[in-house]
């Protein structure tokens, strides 16, 4: 490398230090940067400027000192663009429109008709033309949509959904192609993770089980996303636990997701019920007013999810193990019942607990990983800031 590429390179890392450290630090003064990164005031000085040129950093006023020169205080521009997350389930998209900082959040959901790969792509288009058409005028525009599949992803491509068809769509080239804007694809119970490991649950090792028409596995090791090599690390879901059990769409029987999924619950309550058009809001209502066939299936729940906890604890070693699911969400002693059901003395060593953010968690998770792309920056605290 010559001597001038060396430059450059220090260039950029410093920027992007500076960068970090008014986002998650700030708002701050010039002499504070230059005195916690160790830089000079007038490197300190020369990199401010330039993000500021780039609409990245602002001037928000003084700080009040007693004596002396009142010093600037910088902060993050945050409304220089906007960040689209999307939640692709079987038949709706729910969207999340942020700006660039995770604030100024608006929510919309539109259902389809669930179709072949060609009806959901024009159905994300139709979507996403809506959200960006209705947006005000802003330097940099909507910097990156990701979106949140249920079922395997690796190398920004969906590889295998057990419950809608996508595998034969390059969907983040097409969308790029379409808004000329970065997609970011992503499994949903990795986005999942993300959310609850950025703005609530700041653990370097975490597990969130997303428990939907499947049941998935977002995995935080040492503080990153661990996906595996080919992306299948946390399809916890096809994970065995009943030998020669129930078929599976992934072509295996006895997986969890046949067992401990909410589809599975509710299809499991249908037919003990013989009410076949119950929905989950009918199963929790029922549940809440004790009735018989619903607390079976709750029972059912606790059982072969507990088995499947159990398992993850002896094989990841967490710190804490994070529920996203319809159960945990509606019934206030879930969580005790399920920690019963673990006869394993490693359980002492990770808390259990509910999702806090719910049906958000995979919709921040996206808001992150935009920003991170974005921005370009590897330790990002921004989301904690902005709960």
């Known amino acids: 490398m010559s001597f001038l590429g060396s430059q450059e390179l220090i260039r950029d890392i410093n920027s992007h230090l500076v960068l970090q450290t008014i986002i998650n630090e700030g708002p701050i003064s010039r002499a504070d940067l230059s005195k ?26 003084s700080l009040n000192t007693d004596k002396g020169r009142k010093p600037i ?58 959200i960006i058409n209705s947006l005000p005028a802003s330097i940099y525009g909507v910097v990156g949509i990701c979106i949140g599949i249920h079922g395997v992803v690796h190398d920004n491509k969906v590889i295998f959904t057990p419950y809608y068809q996508l595998t034969d769509l390059n969907l983040a080239k097409e969308l790029e192609r379409f808004f000329n804007i970065p997609v970011y694809i992503e499994n949903e119970a990795n ?21 939907h028409s499947g049941v998935g596995l977002g995995i935080i090791m040492n503080n990153h996303l661990y996906t595996g090599q080919h992306g299948y690390a946390g399809e916890f879901g096809h994970t065995i636990i009943v030998p020669d059990g129930k078929p599976c769409p992934c072509g295996n029987h006895g997986c969890i997701e046949q067992y401990a999924s909410q589809r599975a619950i509710v299809h499991l309550y249908r037919y003990i019920s013989d009410n076949h058009n119950a ?19 709750i029972e059912s729940f606790i059982k072969y999810m507990s088995i499947g906890i159990n398992n993850i604890l002896t094989t990841f070693n967490p710190d804490i193990i994070v529920i996203n699911s319809l159960f945990t969400m509606n019934i206030p002693d879930i969580i005790p019942r399920l920690e019963q059901g673990i006869h394993n003395y490693m359980n002492k060593y990770c808390t259990i607990v509910p ?10 998770g996206g808001i992150y990983v935009c920003c991170k792309n974005f921005l370009k920056i590897e330790h990002l605290q921004l989301t904690r ?3």
């Open 355 to 364: 999702s806090i953010l719910q049906d958000m968690a995979i919709l921040l």
């Open 279 to 297: 929905t989950a809001d009918d199963l929790m209502k029922a549940y809440l007013a004790h009735d018989t066939y619903a607390l079976q299936c």
């Open 36 to 61: 916690n990164l160790g830089l000079t005031k007038a490197t300190i000085s020369s990199i401010v400027q330039n993000l500021m040129v780039d609409s990245l950093v602002i001037e928000i006023g």
């Open 73 to 130: 205080l910088l902060d993050f521009n945050a409304q220089c663009g906007y960040i689209l997350s999307i939640d692709l389930s079987v038949d709706m998209i729910t969207a999340l429109l942020t700006d660039v900082g995770g604030n100024n959040r608006t929510l919309k959901q539109y259902t389809y008709p669930s179709g072949n790969s060609a009806q959901v792509m024009a159905n994300l288009v139709d979507a996403i033309e809506k």
């Open 191 to 211: 986005l999942s993770a993300l959310g609850e490991n950025n703005f609530c649950y700041d653990s370097a090792n975490l597990i969130n089980i997303s428990i």
């Open 385 to 387: 800031k902005i709960l």
